[in-house]
């Protein structure tokens, strides 16, 4: 079973995500709360493996909970909540560490595939938010080039993978569609995060978004 916990301060945004993922029947919603200030505690009591966290909240934005919950010796994956328009908020969720991005209004099945493929250890970056994350962390014009020459850099194989991670697949995912064993899977992830500099899956899918690998 997939344990989740959602922070958003709309109580229609968490009741309608808590009816959606609870009727996936391979998850469930073990808390949920309205501000960011209760996340890290009920982390660490309820030991979610996903945490839907809300960008922007009344009482305090999801940056300070995000933060305090890399602190933490095994963090669950973490996807930021969002409306279609995306801000400045987005550079620092990026920065730190934050697994994708998925959008309140998306469809259910989408939100039930995002939280299914963020528990294996997926990224989530929806396709529609996808251009304005790029256009907000930096001008496209001006980051393309910078992206392309970081893709250039690597192999053939490498590119097949960083691809797949941008379309949200796990490492398992990545090995069934590639034939490639799990462990090949990550030690290829874990080349390609180093030749990018990129610090998790989300950024490395953010520089094949920019260099035109992914449409």
């Not at 030991?47 to 960008?55: E, F, G, Q, T, Y």
């Not at 909240?57 to 602190?71: K, P, S």
């Not at 595939?113 to 001008?139: E, H, Q, Y």
């Amino acid at each position: 079973m997939i344990k989740v916990l959602i922070a958003d301060d709309e109580e229609l945004v968490r009741s309608g995500l808590r009816t959606i993922l609870r009727g996936a029947g391979d998850i469930d919603v073990v808390a949920d709360c309205d501000d960011g200030v209760r996340v890290l505690d009920l982390v660490r009591l309820h030991r979610p493996h996903v945490v839907l966290l809300d960008i922007r909240m009344r009482t305090t934005d999801g940056i300070d909970a995000l933060r305090a919950l890399m602190t933490l010796p095994r963090p669950p994956a973490i996807s930021m909540l969002t409306t279609f328009d995306v801000d400045e908020y987005v550079r620092e969720a990026l920065r730190w560490g934050a697994n994708g991005f998925l959008l309140k209004d998306a469809e259910p099945g989408h939100i039930v595939k995002a939280v299914r493929d963020l528990a294996r250890g997926g990224a989530v970056l929806d396709p529609k938010v996808a251009a304005r994350v790029v256009n907000t962390v930096a001008d496209g014009a001006r980051v393309a080039e910078p992206a392309r020459r970081l893709l250039s850099m690597l192999s053939d194989r490498e590119l097949e993978v960083v691809g797949l991670v941008g379309e949200g697949l796990s490492n398992a995912e990545i090995g069934h569609r590639l034939h490639l064993s799990e462990a090949t899977v990550k030690g290829y992830v874990s080349a390609v995060l180093g030749k990018m500099g990129a610090a998790n899956r989300v950024q490395a899918a953010l520089v094949a978004y920019r260099g035109g690998l992914i449409a």
